[in-house]
């Protein structure tokens, strides 16, 4: 996995910043982040570059207690080791272990044999990995939250190929997708989303070269939000918002009125419906 750009700090509280060197006695579970119906968090939770910005810099190189100062302002995490490898039992049942408190959610993010190896062919080994996967995620229990879908700027559209999907996906899972190919974003898509009540992940990026070369990290895709927005509602149960960096990949911070109007839309969604949102912020 390649090293995270440190040129970008996590969007905190004013309660962490202002707190000093880590203290397992100052800790208070629940923090001010998130309600019953809302879940904010961010991509991950370990990262060195963190600490100094976020975590205090005497947490280096102890994911554990970064992930107790993290639990204790967040409510839900996106799990990333399990796009690169299937983690074994004992690895799930650790992450279901250290959960603070019943409400702490973890988003999956799919594995990447299924997303960019198979591109979403469902044959018998695409079954087969899925079976493992599906049943390693179980073991999380009332800690497990959607399974994010992330495919590659290279993969174009196929409906047929994400519709095939309903034939091993369960009917009581929560699944997003987040789409980096601006072809995906059409009403055959979005079809199939609906008839499936699977969730269109609502992202927002800044594409720009790698390292200053030719290649684009995000592909094809514009800068600014995806899809538009009167299109990203395409399931019952909840929005979903990935913000990758209003500067680049990783990179920036999101101003207030930006936020603000995430939160408007939000609202605006769990008003009155007793539905989940799910904010995740890239960082």
Request: aromatic share 14%.
């Amino acid at each position: 996995k390649a090293p995270r750009r440190d040129s970008s700090r996590p969007e905190v509280s004013s309660a962490a910043a202002a707190r000093g060197p880590f203290d397992a006695a100052e800790y208070r579970p629940g923090g001010s982040f998130g309600t019953s119906q809302l879940r904010f968090g961010t991509s991950g939770y370990h990262f060195e570059h963190w600490c100094g910005t976020y975590y205090p810099d005497n947490l280096k190189k102890k994911p554990k207690e970064q992930f107790k100062w993290y639990a204790a302002e967040f409510d839900c995490v996106e799990i990333n080791a399990t796009f690169y490898n299937l983690p074994v039992d004992k690895t799930w049942r650790g992450w279901k272990a250290q959960a603070p408190r019943a409400s702490f959610t973890y988003v999956i993010k799919a594995n990447q044999y299924f997303t960019h190896t198979k591109k979403l062919i469902v044959d018998d080994n695409f079954k087969k990995r899925w079976g493992i996967f599906w049943d390693r995620c179980q073991l999380l229990g009332e800690h497990l939250g959607p399974i994010l879908f992330q495919l590659p700027p290279t993969f174009k559209c196929n409906a047929q190929r994400l519709a095939n999907l309903s034939t091993v996906l369960p009917k009581d899972g929560r699944f997003v997708f987040e789409f980096r190919h601006p072809s995906w974003f059409c009403e055959e898509v979005y079809s199939v989303l609906r008839a499936n009540d699977w969730c269109l992940a609502q992202i927002h990026l800044h594409n720009c070269s790698e390292g200053g070369g030719g290649k684009m990290w995000a592909g094809d895709m514009q800068s600014g939000w995806h899809p538009k927005r009167e299109e990203h509602s395409c399931c019952s149960w909840g929005l979903y918002y990935r913000l990758h960096g209003p500067s680049g990949q990783y990179i920036g911070s999101y101003d207030a009125q930006e936020m603000q109007a995430v939160a408007m839309e939000m609202l605006a969604f769990t008003s009155g419906q007793g539905q989940e949102s799910t904010t995740q912020r890239r960082a």
